[in-house]
């Protein structure tokens, strides 16, 4: 029942800005930990950014911290991932994920899955 869709994916040139957003579907947003993850070429999945359903906690990975920022809006059913300061290394598919936790985890944890956006940094 669950649909996840994301979107603002792109060729960008390094130190551009891209905002993704992922539409969310067939339930109530507010109930469900929504995770960002993204998935270069050889590469395993790494989780980018998490954010729980009623804690307030927004969790991100290291290697984007100070640069990227996940926010929900629960009335309009969507989450955004807003990518400042974009390097050739953030070039990857950009998938969103939910759970109906209150919790953020890896990505063995998510129910459901976005089809994914891709983002390229390149000059």
């Known amino acids: 029942q669950v649909q996840l869709v994301e979107s603002g994916g792109g060729l960008v040139q390094p130190g551009g800005s891209l905002r993704l957003s992922c539409a969310f579907s067939g339930e109530t947003l507010r109930y469900y930990a929504i995770g960002w993850f993204r998935q270069a070429p050889g590469k395993e999945r790494e989780g980018v950014s998490c954010?729980?359903?009623?804690?307030?906690?927004?969790n991100y990975a290291d290697s984007v911290k100070g640069r990227f920022t996940m926010s929900r809006d629960n009335a309009k059913n969507t989450v955004y991932l807003q990518m400042n300061s974009l390097k050739p290394e953030d070039t990857a598919v950009y998938y969103c994920?939910?759970?109906?936790?209150?919790?953020?985890?890896?990505?063995?944890?998510?129910?459901?899955w976005g089809q994914g956006t891709q983002v390229t940094v390149s000059s």
């Open positions: 954010d729980s359903s009623s804690t307030g906690t927004t």
């Open positions: 994920a939910a759970q109906y936790s209150y919790y953020c985890t890896g990505p063995s944890g998510y129910e459901y």
